[in-house]
């Protein structure tokens, strides 16, 4: 009896999850990738897991899924991973009225609780006390470092699964059980699209029928805090939880939002909500912004990244606040609350698509039940 074999296109987050679901069911898994390595949103986020910032349900059982594959994955490789939960901290009493409405409904199945200044600042040293009224804990948000960690699946998934790479070897073309590069061409029994913002080459036609869009983001990475001094949990802003719809079962949120809406009306629409975490080098991540569109120019603007910056000390309080890198990503979001886009175009092919923000956090869970629904 023969192995199955599946092509994969893409060696993101999305297509690496894939690859390794199907190499565990003992598929002969081949992946293609345009470029030499992984270059896009998948290498340019925070590197967080973050449960918290799905509702409760499928959504978040599905982030619990991706993180506990996450953590098989660095362990078995070697990846760094830092399980340091999170904080959202809260300067006014409205933003603590969301926290304690959160805490109270997700006690029960989540690791969270509501803190107080006291207990926020032994959690972190990194939070700012000026006006500190509390704070949201959650013990189930992961860090990676993105940029070396996606490298590392794939070198891992080489070894241990014999999954096949192809770098620097962009598919133009996909045809029943048949993949097509140039002149060359492979074929193989399944055939699965993880093609994230480069969707415009492989079935053009169908998404174009959906609601799929391009989102940009500004990040940017502070310089390695001195003395080897560490924040502790990923720090949030109260900005974020009006961002994830993990807090919309709050029902003071509207209310926060509306005055956010007052007071920081052009944060809000340039998208930004403020984060940092720390890699394993004491370095920080800060960001983000959010812009819309399907063609985005190439440029970040410096106010964008002032702004984010201005939010920050807001409620932290760094060693070092030194900015040594910044940059933009893109990724692809569905625009009608859709959390993926999923399709078989034909049989055969399978495109997995549209995660928006949550490719770090969804796409090990959710490859996972799509192979397992498909094959097991």
């Known amino acids: 009896m023969s192995i199955p074999s599946a092509i994969v296109i893409g060696a993101g987050i999305v297509g690496l999850a894939t690859a390794r679901a199907l190499a565990m069911r003992g598929y002969e898994v081949t992946v293609f990738e345009r470029n030499e390595r992984a270059v896009g949103a998948s290498i340019r986020n925070f590197g967080m897991v973050w449960p918290i910032g799905q509702p409760t349900g499928p959504l978040f059982e599905r982030a619990m899924l991706s993180r506990s594959i996450w953590k098989q994955t660095c362990v078995d490789a070697g990846i760094w991973h830092d399980e340091v939960g999170s904080l959202h901290v809260a300067y006014h009493d409205d933003e603590l009225e969301v926290m304690e409405q959160y805490a109270n409904i997700n006690k029960t199945h989540r690791d969270c609780a509501l803190l107080t200044p006291q207990q926020a600042l032994e959690k972190s040293p990194g939070v700012n006390p000026d006006g500190l009224k509390g704070a949201l804990w959650s013990g189930t948000e992961m860090i990676v470092e993105a940029r070396a960690a996606i490298g590392n699946i794939a070198q891992y998934l080489a070894d241990k699964y014999d999954v096949k790479f192809y770098w620097n070897t962009a598919i133009s073309h996909v045809e029943q059980s048949t993949v097509l590069s140039g002149t060359r061409s492979w074929q193989t029994d399944e055939i699965f699209i993880c093609s994230g913002v480069e969707f415009e080459t492989l079935y053009p036609q169908l998404f174009a029928g959906f609601d799929i869009t391009k989102c940009k983001l500004q990040m940017m990475r502070l310089a390695a805090q001195p003395g080897d001094w560490r ?62 569109g399907l063609v985005h120019d190439p440029f970040d603007k410096d106010f964008i990244n002032q702004m984010i910056l201005k939010y920050l000390q807001t409620f932290t309080r760094l060693k070092d606040s030194h900015v040594i890198q910044t940059w933009n990503g893109t990724y692809a979001k569905m625009t009608t609350g859709q959390t993926e886009l999923v399709m078989e175009p034909e049989p055969g092919v399978t495109i997995i698509n549209g995660l928006g923000g949550n490719g770090m956090t969804l796409s090990f869970g959710l490859c996972e039940q799509i192979i397992a629904a498909k094959f097991d």
């Open 231 to 292: 924040i502790g949990p990923a720090l949030c802003g109260s900005l974020s939880m009006i961002h994830y719809p993990g807090f919309q079962s709050a029902a003071a949120l509207p209310a926060l939002r509306k005055r956010y809406e007052a007071q920081y009306a052009e944060e809000l629409k340039w998208g930004i909500h403020v984060m940092a975490c720390q890699n394993h080098t004491g370095e920080l991540t800060v960001g983000d912004s959010h812009e819309y």
